[in-house]
């Protein structure tokens, strides 16, 4: 019988097929939405004043980097809430990793601590917000703690959870091969609790952008939260919409690093998704 | 060259915690001895505790009554003098063929200028050269057991803990890794507790071969295998000597495979 496996390049060639199917459609999806809403806001059936209009978003946006926003540049603005998010997002995520790995390692430290994890986790973490305002001033450190206090609970839920459902019989076979507790903790249930922790990174990334807006909302000197909060106290959607852009941006890039960085680490794992011969 | 350990089971009892909350007995007071570097196969019906014995002489678990102990002490805890090829696959998912086989030296924190050659013969030994960088979804089930075998033996363990080993291969293989086990076990003396359920490869390899009862496990019979060493495992199997020693600790073994299969057709019924 002849061996007619597809070649590499066949293969290549219905991945890119696929692939610019899906982009297209994506496209077109785009395409009716946006043209809908500018068509509709057009005919004052929605009316712009309330709801703006596409091509007054991209307006806004041309204005604010040709001529800098109400509170100065738009990429300086840019600038700080994304550092307030990625700050507050790294604290987050190293300081849940080590707390929820510790505390999984040592279950009577965890059952000490138990009952504080829980209540500080039932606060609603919005409020800290005002608090840290109050607290760390205007300027950018109360925005990274809050970023951080969002981010934190999710990793180290996971990262515990990730930590508890190693498996035994790996852990065994690793103390039986000579690890030590720390290389138990670091070689095997570390590496296993990595699914764990990268699917909570995936979440904490908005939360870590909505912790960085929400205390620009509060009170703060510039970022894209006080550029939402302007535009709003002037009425102009437009300019919602435009500083949303900007975020969502942010958000789909912060996205595709996580990821790379998940194929990265947990490239040991059968693809789910895999890229050849279906 | 590393030393077997005595090892002595005294009057061990397990139980366990079944899922509806009662109690479930998997060892009876059991009772046996092997001396340093003997070869000892356990066999006996599925489910009747060989596995739990091992677990119990590994330190993973402790016995509920009586005492395992080596060379005198009893076992509280893992100990790296023992190494242990567990029945199901114990590979570590993130590392690569060559990293799980060189584990051990890694954990114990050896030089990797000098394992390293040792983990490349180790990896030709159980055939898996060209596979080094492959991780273990990538293997067959047999290619994972194999790397399990190299990443136990590597250790050159003073007590080893063989949980059906050889189940997952097929015949070539088998024969091979059985005669690199002999060889390994001759020139290293170390003590060997091998659990099979088959009857042929336990007289070829072991010393004694102990059968335990239908579960809870008791020693229902200990023979001592009498056979010429250094034994050919692939042609010992046709001598008459050979069939007579088959056909005595069948005759003893199927008693209790017979208990145990009964039990598992009347068990659905009986709640
Ligand atoms: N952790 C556990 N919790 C509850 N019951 C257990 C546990 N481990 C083993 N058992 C029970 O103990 C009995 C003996 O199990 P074990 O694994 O030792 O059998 P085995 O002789 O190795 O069987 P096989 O030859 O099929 O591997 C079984 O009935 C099993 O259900
Ligand atoms: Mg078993």
């Known amino acids: 019988m002849a061996e007619d496996f597809l070649s590499d390049a066949e293969i290549k060639r219905k991945q890119t097929k696929h692939r610019i199917n899906v982009h297209s459609l994506q496209l077109a999806v785009a395409v009716a939405l946006l043209g809908s809403w500018q068509i509709l806001a057009d005919k004052k059936i929605l009316d712009p004043f309330f709801y703006g209009r596409p091509s007054g978003v991209m307006h806004q946006l041309g204005v604010w980097i040709q001529h800098g926003t109400s509170i100065g540049s738009i990429w300086v603005n840019a600038w700080v809430t994304l550092y307030e998010a990625t700050y507050g997002f790294l604290a987050g995520v190293i300081l849940g990793i080590i707390f929820g790995v510790f505390l999984a390692r040592n279950p009577t430290a965890a059952e000490i601590f138990a009952p504080y994890i829980k209540v500080s986790n039932s606060i609603p973490r919005v409020v800290l917000g005002s608090i840290f305002v109050l607290w760390l001033g205007l300027g950018s450190i109360s925005k990274v703690a809050l970023a951080f206090v969002l981010v934190f609970f999710p990793v180290f839920f996971n990262a515990f959870q990730g930590t508890r459902e190693a498996d035994n019989k790996l852990i065994a076979n690793a103390r039986l091969l000579g690890a030590s507790k720390r290389q138990v903790t670091t070689k095997i249930v570390f590496p296993s609790a990595l699914s764990w922790i990268t699917a909570s990174m995936h979440v904490s990334f908005g939360f870590a952008l909505i912790g960085a807006i929400v205390g620009e909302f509060l009170g703060a000197q510039r970022g894209l939260g006080l550029l939402i909060a302007t535009a709003q106290g002037n009425f102009n959607p437009n300019g919602v919409y435009a500083a949303m852009l900007l975020i969502a941006i942010m958000a789909l890039t912060a996205e595709w690093l996580i990821t790379k960085l998940e194929d990265r680490l947990l490239k040991w794992r059968p693809t789910q998704v895999s890229g050849t011969e279906h | ?271």
């Not at chain 2, 998997?26 to 739990?52: D, H, M, R, W």
């Not at chain 2, 659990?195 to 070829?204: F, G, K, Q, S």
């Open chain 2, 1 to 271: 060259m590393s030393k077997g350990v005595h090892v002595k089971f005294s009057n061990v009892s397990k139980r366990f915690r079944t899922p509806k909350g009662d109690w479930y007995q998997a060892l009876k007071e059991l009772n046996f001895e092997i001396q340093p570097g003997e070869f000892v196969a356990l066999v006996g019906p599925t489910g009747c505790g060989k596995s739990t014995a091992l677990t119990l002489l590994a330190g993973l678990e402790q016995s509920s009554i009586g005492e395992v102990s080596v060379d005198g002490t009893a076992v509280k805890d893992i100990d790296i003098r023992t190494g242990f090829v567990f029945q199901h696959d114990a590979t570590f998912p993130w590392m690569s063929v060559a990293n799980n086989v060189g584990a051990g030296p890694k954990f114990r924190g050896l030089d990797p200028k000098e394992y390293r050659p040792l983990v490349q013969k180790w990896i030709a030994k159980v055939g898996l050269v060209g596979f080094e960088k492959h991780y273990p979804h990538q293997l067959s089930g047999g290619m994972k057991k194999r790397v399990a075998l190299a990443q136990a033996l590597i250790n050159e363990p003073q007590l080893l803990l063989m949980d059906e080993p050889f189940s997952a291969l097929d015949v070539q293989t088998r024969s091979i890794m059985t005669d690199e086990l002999m060889t390994l076990w001759e020139t290293t003396g170390s003590t060997v507790l091998f659990v099979t359920h088959d009857l042929e490869e336990a007289i070829a390899l072991a010393d004694r071969v102990i059968v335990l009862t239908a579960g809870p496990a008791q020693v229902k019979a200990d023979f001592k295998i009498e056979l010429a060493r250094p034994r050919k495992a692939r042609e010992i199997r046709f001598t008459e000597e050979f069939l007579k020693i088959y056909q005595n600790i069948w005759e003893v073994l199927r008693d209790e495979v017979d208990i145990a299969y009964q039990r598992q057709l009347i068990a659905p019924s009986e709640k």
